[in-house]
């Protein structure tokens, strides 16, 4: 298990890093943290002419929190945000979710641009983004543009992103008073891939629930609260067109959807009232 | 363009790469596709740390790059280039002298084959620097992120917690 | 607290028992493990790369290697061809005209076979000359599963084999028949025991050199014994056994029994080396490991059992078939007849009858794995007590203590030959459920149960054989064959003990440890000899065929260090001893047999001021010989040959006694299913072992609890999948998933000691109990919580949705239910329509043109004409990062010209194939348009299937949608947006 031959170049600014796939037509790849890309380098699954990294380009190595927006560069690693000391009050969600990603030993290099990139249907990052309804700056040397998750995920590792473009920022909206947020994970072992993934975001207006694992993206709904939530439920489950493999059934899936589904969005109004609580007193 | 491209470093050709491994300079040449744990065990002969999978799960290949535990065989040695890596011969005080974390692998028979240690330590050791004060539950969770088939891990746990309680009550000698 | 190695005495009872640091800790510790890919090699070594057959059946109709012989740094490539032309088939265990070579020849039967070799100056460029040779396979059905073996028509591995069917063999004890006929109740199970490995951390590794001066073999390999396998090597290798010199190197991590699998690898890179005329390397990588090293056998039982209506068991009758996968590798069929002499398990029953047949599949061949027999004997057995129990109504552990051995029945002879050396069940069992708190279990289901939560309790109760019989795996062939091949018995331990000039004591045993600590436990027994210190004693265990004392037996396995190893040093060592007292004896003036070795010294208890250091003593013999008492010969160096008299050939009536000890084991545990996910929650686990007496306390623990670890990945995650097409399903760790820390909890160990009468140190083996008692202990308590009749291994919690949550409501009417695909198949069926702007004709015509095929196959170039109705052509397909090449062939059949055809398509290359077929319907709407519609069934394989299932079906779907469907807009001129951005996804160039 050894990677094919490929060039290496260490950018030292996004501009270097533009350039690069911009000429390579294709054949150049981004390197972040290596932690999905390096396990396909070493079975051969991968084979580009060049890997550019991307970890030295110190503008990309920051979170900004401009009050309203957390904004995550691509060389921010997942293990950086996890212990960054406001995560958890700026955006729960993500500070609930990150626990989930593989290991300490893989998050201490993986990035959270790089498994947005990556594009795992079950991967944890995708859903939170698209339970938040968040964003992805691409830039490229022809343009720059934003997507929202649910235009970016198109497929099973699968996104809009061109060629040419780099991933420079993931954007959230920070924390808004009056919403809650609740985020949970079937799978096999603890650190693997979710069978299902559930993160529900509920505030006055919506309750809104997202799964990952299931269909080929994440997907969300919103919700009704009342008594049309299991219905809603069920035909959420149905609409995944769950499959079959190794770890779970079709059948399986749609089950944890239906209940495991409504107690997460149970659990996010209970933290919304825990927080309305908090911030009244 | 800001500033002058970085080189290219060409595929199929050796590229000088130097790191300080375990406090001490340490450098060789490798092709930009050398995995961390091929240069680290065959080009500069720290054969201390292990390789069990070559797709991250196994947590044998695990260093400490820059302070953290991490996955050698996940990580190309020219990625490396300029970091702080740290190995399990890293470890140890003297020749003859353990670090408290090894001595309570010892003491709680915490290996048998020991093909899995070194990449525990590596973990261990870090969790036990960032949080002296960590529980069964931490130490399990850090633990994950390798597989161990001899002990059936109940050994190493309680090899860990000892190795805390002894950092927290040092130097009783 | 530890002891201090260094201190100068210990308690009455000496070293033996008491668990001090282990020798090996301080290198390993350190990183100075000295494993077999940490060594030096001779300089100019090569390193080589193995190619393998993506395919789980199919005939090679051609290699060419030209290509890959031609890179930089390539030295040989080894086919099936040079193999033939070097060595002979391996020998198979049963009698039979059937050949096993280590590499395909001509025919590969399972994915993962290994199919060439390549070898070069490092390992990147050995694996990049793989990607150059091109083979060239036709396929051919497979058969995974053992039952779809036995049926008639089933695909047919070997021709040697008919029915696919190796060995067949009924056994009969007692009288079965009459105890079955007058038995209130026959009750039974069915049981489809899974695949696993043991899969040590450490993967195989090889260095091999052939010196063609002497015609003789150099090999280097991380290989467990038995060291029986080296005749079968060297058979191979047609040299005599001196002319292959075999060696282990210092630390191995871990076996489990799998390392013995390595042996047709030594074969193959032996070959290699003597092709490439320098020294070879070869270490295997995990997707290696996992498609090609080794597995346990699966099994499909039947069990049933003659039982009085107080639950006592008057007759079983076994029905097993055992699938060896893919050839008969030695010393299989031996997981089928390793626990011949314990099919009664732990109870008193005399009759039964047994029918064994093995069969083979298109699956991994099997070998030694930890347990070895034990799970799939004791899966049925113990789920066959708790049947027992619930339709009878009584308690399970009624049941266990109605049947198991008396406590003054020992030595017992079980009804298939085995003779249980010591033990006493029920007291053992009463003091487990007594220390293990079953009460409070019993309150916490009750508990648990009241609240509407799902609570169970299981329970286990296994005899442990230990000390393997080598004559065992004979019990497969009929008395008569038996008679003609001559006998086979015994269970040889070796070794040697050594003092030097300086009086130092050295010991060497051939045991190849893999962790167990046997340099600790050997410094400990020879230590307690010689009245010295465990750190005075130096113990090598590496193994030097061409040097050290062996035999057939020799090695690690069948938990036989302790019980056989450890008594042959304690031998060896007690026979110098008393030699060197009849030296002292002369020097002190005493009498030989009263004297003490203690503390490092000799000296007689009447008169301890007057004694002589141990080391001046034991160097006696070096530079004094001429002083050494006339019986005396010499002083230097012992070798003991142990072997146990109970170890008999099997006889004439098919008994056997399969291994020279039995522990017991009594397991109980409390399990909690949760309702919603189906996850199960170990609450409580309490092991009761009897192994004997024990020699190392930390080291028996550790035993226990790197089985359990093992026994509860069997129990709730591994399993070696196979798709219906032999596909492997479990290529990677990703998917073959092993236990970490956040699963195993700690159980409880208890101990209740017998020690066995029939080994020198009264110990028995303790390492494989908890891989046969606690798969079927789990499995039985979570029988319990949900009120199973029927339970498989392992339990998923997405296989206990069905008990849980019972039917599935039908989906909204207005939802439409997906396409069902049963679980692990990896057919894909799809259809869909599309709207042209053209005629039939038109369209018709596209499809004959080579020209349009390019752009409608996604990612094709080059597509070549070879008739009006076969097309071939390259296409680079790509789902996210994964791309590769492949060859893709097109062909047009029953054409109706221009309403319907038939489309059938194939791609081959390195990451894999898929075959499929699509029928194309041409229906005109108005003057210049067509409605296109088309099904299609596609069916996916090779390495990438077992890298990751999910992307392949996901790349395979959208791949053949887009190729309809940009044929219909290639038609109709149009290029909607969506498909622009699709085409550059898939057509990237090479
Ligand atoms: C043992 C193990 C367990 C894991 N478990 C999980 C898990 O449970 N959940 C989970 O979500 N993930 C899991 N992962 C994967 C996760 O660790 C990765 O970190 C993540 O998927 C990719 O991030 P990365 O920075 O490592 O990206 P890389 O591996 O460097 O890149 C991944 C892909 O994204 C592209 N890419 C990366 N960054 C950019 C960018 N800024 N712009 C454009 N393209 C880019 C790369 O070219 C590549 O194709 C696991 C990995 C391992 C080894
Ligand atoms: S070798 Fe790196 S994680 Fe297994
Ligand atoms: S000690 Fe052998 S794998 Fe952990």
Redesign the interface.
Known sequence: ?????????????T??VL??LHRS??EA?V?AG??????????????????V?I?HVAALSHVDDDGARLTIGAGVRQ?DLEMRHDTAARQPLLAMALPWL?????R??GTVCGSIA??D?SAELPLVLTALRGEVHLRSRRRARRLPAEAFFT????TARAEDELIEAVSVPAVRPGTGYAFRE?S??????A?AAFAAVADEKELRLAIGGVA?TPKARVLPTDQGLD?AL??FA??L????????????R???VR??GR?VVLAAIRDREARALKEAT | MSRQAPAVLDAGQRHPVRFTLNGRKAGGEAEPRMLLHDFLRHVLGATGTHVGCEHGICGACTVQIDGAPARACLTLAVQADGAEIRTVEGLALAPDRLSALQEAFRAHHGLQCGFCTPGILMSLDALLRERPDCGEAEIRETLSGHLCRCTGYTPIVKAALAAAEALRVPHHA | MTLDVHAQTVGEGGWVGISIPRVEDAALLAGRGRFIDDLGMPPGTLHAAILRSPHAHATIESIRTDAARAMPGVAAILTGTELRALTTSLVVGVKAPVECWPMAIDRVRYVGEPVAVAVATDRYLAEDALGAIEVSYAPLPAVVAPLDALRDGAPLLHEGFPGNIASDRSFSYGDPDGAFASAPHRIGVDVDYPRNACTPIETYGVVAEYDPALDAYDVLANFQGPFSIHAVIARALRVPGNRLRLRTPPDSGGSFGVKQGIFPYIVLIAVAARLAGRPVKWIEDRMEHLAGAVSATNRVTRLQAAVAEDGRILALDWDQIEDCGAHLRAPEPATLYRMHGNMTGAYAIRNLHIRNRVVVTNKLPTGLNRGFGGPQIYFPLERLISRIAATLGLDPLAVVRRNLVPADAFPYRTATGALLDSGDYRAALDVALRDGDHESLLARRAAARVEGRLYGIGYAAVVEPSVSNMGYITTVLTAAERRRAGPKNGAQATATITLDPVGSVSVHVASVPQGQGHRTVLSQVVADVFGLRPSDIRVVTELDTAKDAWSIASGNYASRFAPAVAGAAQIAATRLRERLARIAAAQLNARADELVFSAGKVFSPGNPGNAIPFTRLAATGHWAPATLPEEVEQSLRETVFWTPPQLDAPNDADEVNSSLCHGFIFDFCGVEVDRDTGEIRLDRYVTMHDCGRILHPGMVAGQITGGFAHALGAALLEEQSYAPDGSLLTGTLADYLIPTAREVPEPVILHYETPSPFTPLGAKGVGEGNTMSTPVCIANAVADALGLADIRLPLLPSRLSEALHGAEPQPPHHEARPPQATQGERTLFGRGRASVDATPEQLWAMLLDPALLARVVPGADNVRRESDTRFRAEVTLGIGPVRGRYRAEIALSDLDPPRAVTLSGSVDGALGFGRGRGRLRLVPVGQARTELTYDYEAAVGGKIASIGGRLLDGAARVVIGQFFESLAVQASGRRPSLWRRLLRLFRRRA
């Open positions: 298990m050894k990677p094919a031959r490929f060039a290496y170049q260490r950018a030292a600014t501009e270097h350039e690069a037509g294709g790849r390197i290596g932690q999905s890309l390096v396990p396909m380098l070493n079975m051969r699954l991968a084979r580009p002419a060049l890997l990294d970890m293990r593989g290991h300490v030993q893989t201490s290099r990556h594009a249907p497929g099973m590792m699968v079937i096999r072992r603890h650190g693997d891939f069978i080929e219905d069920d035909t149905w609409n067109e769950a499959r079959d493999d190794l770890h779970a059934s079709a059948r399986y749609r089950e944890l209940r495991i107690e």
